[in-house]
């Protein structure tokens, strides 16, 4: 039975305040110098093409492979179909820190392993210096490849990926919701890493190559056991298998496509590394049967240089032996057909090479082959992003001729003048400018499921999403989310009697680590307020709360997009979650719910109040009259900003705490502490956690407060909780969580 989310729209103005910091695009463009320009170059975009200017990126390095900055227009000529353009833009753009010095070598630290990790930091637009989805083929990577692959990507996370990173890593055949958000949280990244795992559907072997078999002997009543050339191509697969290999080497590129197009929306040059065991372009017995795949590839490459894409492209085989191997038989070959195997086991290695390479080519990426050092291939790639010059010029008429209906594909060509250097560039793009190129979301279904699909969030409403981990002994494992709405973003329309109706559109999405959907929300909403609570609800927002069943541990992804329906503005968040298995009974928290009071509040209350429901849960039944403060309507747990001075309160749960065998109860030890921009500036005492009247001690409730002192610098925090189990003596005896929160002034 289909299972069913439960939504709630809550309209809590006391604790929701709207969001006014996100955005949409999460970078500036890299510094630029500028080297005898004859134009300023556009950054925010990259390779821009319209019918007034067509503007392209392009490397250069020396004979060693070293960057070359210091070229000037004069020294360079550029090429549209041969014909010579005159270069009206010309820039170096470096995206490297000003600040940034090379580190001599230290030994390193001993590590605990056990230590509590350090809660990741959430990159600010301007922070982002470098984007790069690293798109693994397990469409068509073998057994062999894929233990390879997944070792360097551990390797890139651990010791590659740098502050100012945004990181994706995305399977060629993972559903729609395997395009994970690009993120700086290596949590994220190590979970998809784990989710790259060998498809024995995929076209891809058990190893590089499929070892030769024995060849069987004639029957001896003279028969042949091929048959007619019909029956051959059914007995040997060979027409299958040639299809099954197209198949799916044009949807490895089609999810390459789905990939290209969700980078689009950031400004500046990004890149991807796609990791496979190769793609076939050209069939050499049947020519006619390329088409598929090099039309496939055609609109990718058109499709990576409008949106400033340069695709790397790395074999993953590594260096291979294409002779005989110890899993070769060899038994009923005479030494000629041997030698035909061989060479046609070189012919197809080759071909899959050259379908790497001639993607990277056209899009002014390189190919990475012959290599065992996969993490070495992925260095020289980031390497590669440092810099890049911007060229561009004025095209001609003919360029985006419409008369005959269709769009002919232009060539890009560059040669210069100084010697001994060499150029890689994107290989040309059809006749069509970007506004025509861009599709254009007319449709409910269209905006929404854009805007759900993107790996960015959109701010046309802004949002904020806050998914939460709990467990209930009866109904098992949640995941409780939190959306904030900002009012002021949804248009209200005027009723009679001072009511005013806004109406949106609310899609929700929970996708499992296998990208598939586990749960949904689909639904028209109406919110109608009126007076002092429409007042307040333009003030403070308000939130939709949503629960989704969660019947199977591991890393989840939740996607929500809202539109509002008159002005058709849409918004979008996701968050990431690990939903860990309490079933091996090992030591883990809940979300951490967050709220702030202001001391300054204080005031007495009575069980009057109390009825009202305007006490915190501490305040309430004591029978007598108290005094407290408010909580802050501008610090609840869905948005979470305070303000100095403000106290901070936390409360979790702690599940699977060990017992002690002589008291019956615990022996946790709780801690917290605070991180600003990656660095502790705060460490809470180590405690116990106070005895008390635990009604459920699988489920042991706990919390705390901080005061917020006045010196604390505006921007973000994050607040970790560490729990230590002392009756538990291996490495899952420490378990942490961690929620960020919001200082403004």
Do not use: C
């Not at 190893?207 to 004639?218: D, R």
């Amino acid at each position: 039975m289909k299972k069913r989310t439960s939504l709630a729209l809550v309209l809590i103005f006391s604790l929701f305040i709207p969001v006014a910091a996100q955005t949409q695009k999460p970078a500036p463009t890299p510094a630029q110098t500028q080297t005898g320009q004859q134009g300023q170059a556009d950054e925010d975009e990259v390779v821009r093409i319209t019918t007034n200017l067509v503007q392209v990126d392009a490397v250069i390095t020396d004979k060693k492979g070293k960057l070359v900055t210091d070229l000037r227009p004069e020294e360079m000529e550029i090429y549209e179909d041969g014909r010579p353009q005159k270069i009206t833009n010309f820039s170096y753009v470096s995206t490297e820190s000003a600040t940034e010095q090379p580190v001599a070598a230290k030994p390193a630290a001993p590590v605990d392993k056990n230590a509590p990790p350090v809660p990741p930091v959430r990159l600010r637009p301007e922070e982002v210096r470098r984007t790069i989805a690293l798109v693994v083929d397990d469409l068509g990577l073998s057994f062999e490849s894929t233990h390879f692959v997944r070792e360097a990507l551990k390797k890139f996370v651990d010791q590659q990926v740098q502050p100012g990173d945004l990181v994706a890593i995305i399977r060629t055949g993972g559903g729609m919701g395997a395009l994970q958000q690009f993120t700086s949280d290596k949590r994220q990244l190590y979970a998809a890493i784990e989710r790259v795992k060998w498809r024995f559907q995929g076209r891809g072997g058990v190893s590089a190559f499929a070892p030769l078999e024995a060849k069987a002997e004639s029957p001896t009543d003279g028969t042949s056991l091929a048959g007619n050339d019909d029956e051959k191509g059914n007995v040997n697969g060979t027409d299958i298998d040639q299809f099954r290999e197209e198949i799916f080497s044009v949807g490895t590129l089609g999810a390459l496509n789905y990939v290209v197009r969700g980078m689009r929306e950031l400004p500046g040059r990004k890149s991807i590394l796609l990791l496979s065991d190769g793609i076939q372009i050209f069939n050499r017995d049947d020519p006619s049967r390329s088409s598929r795949v090099l039309e496939a590839l055609r609109r990718l490459t058109d499709l990576a240089n409008r949106a400033s894409v340069v695709i790397y492209a790395m074999d993953a085989r590594g260096l291979q032996t294409l002779g005989l191997t110890a899993a070769d038989s060899t038994s009923g070959y005479s030494a000629q057909e041997l030698e035909t195997k061989m060479q046609e086991r070189r012919d197809d290695f080759f071909e899959s090479q050259n379908g790497l390479n001639y993607l990277a080519q056209q899009t002014g990426g390189f190919f990475v082959r012959n290599t065992n050092d996969l993490g070495t291939g992925i260095k020289r790639v980031l390497d590669d992003q440092k810099g890049y010059y911007l060229i561009g010029y004025r095209p001609d008429e003919s360029t985006f001729d419409k008369v005959t209906g269709r769009r002919k594909f232009h060539k890009f060509s560059i040669k210069l003048k100084r010697p001994g250097l060499n150029v890689r560039t994107r290989s040309g793009f059809y006749g069509i400018s970007n506004e025509e190129a861009v599709p254009q979301r007319h449709t409910r279904e269209e905006q929404l499921l854009g805007a759900l699909t993107s790996p960015f969030a959109s701010g046309g409403v802004h949002l904020r999403l806050t998914p939460l981990f709990g467990n209930d002994p009866k109904e098992g494992s949640f995941v409780r989310s939190l959306l904030h709405i900002n009012a002021r973003d949804l248009t209200f329309t005027d009723e009679p009697d001072d009511w005013h109706k806004a109406v949106m559109d609310v899609f929700a999405v929970t996708f499992g680590d296998n990208g598939m959907v586990v749960d949904h929300v689909d639904r028209i909403q109406t919110v109608r307020v009126r007076g002092e609570t429409y007042k307040r609800a333009l003030d403070t927002g308000f939130v939709f709360m949503f629960t989704v069943p969660i019947k199977k541990p591991g890393a989840y992804q939740l996607r929500t997009a809202l539109r509002d329906t008159t002005s058709e503005h849409v918004g979008s968040a996701s968050q990431f979650i690990e939903v860990p298995d309490l079933k091996k009974n090992r030591l883990t928290l809940s979300g951490i719910i967050v709220n702030g009071v202001d001391p300054s509040t204080k005031r007495k209350v009575t069980d009057k109040d109390t009825e009202s429901g305007t006490l915190t849960a501490s305040a309430q039944s004591n029978g007598a009259e108290e005094e407290i403060a408010d909580a802050d309507p501008h610090a609840g747990p869905a948005m979470r900003t305070f303000r100095h001075g403000m106290r901070l309160q936390y409360n979790y749960l702690i599940y699977n705490a060990q017992l002690d065998k002589a008291t019956g109860g615990p022996q946790v030890q709780t801690q917290m502490r605070l991180f600003r921009d990656g660095k502790e500036i705060f460490a809470g005492r180590v405690q116990p956690l106070p005895p008390g009247n635990q009604p459920d001690l699988k489920r042991l409730m706990a919390g705390g407060a901080v005061q917020l002192g006045t010196d604390m610098t505006p921007g973000e925090y994050i607040l970790q909780i560490i729990v230590t189990d002392s009756l538990v003596k291996d490495k899952y005896r420490t378990a942490t969580q961690w929620i960020d929160f919001e200082i403004v002034k």
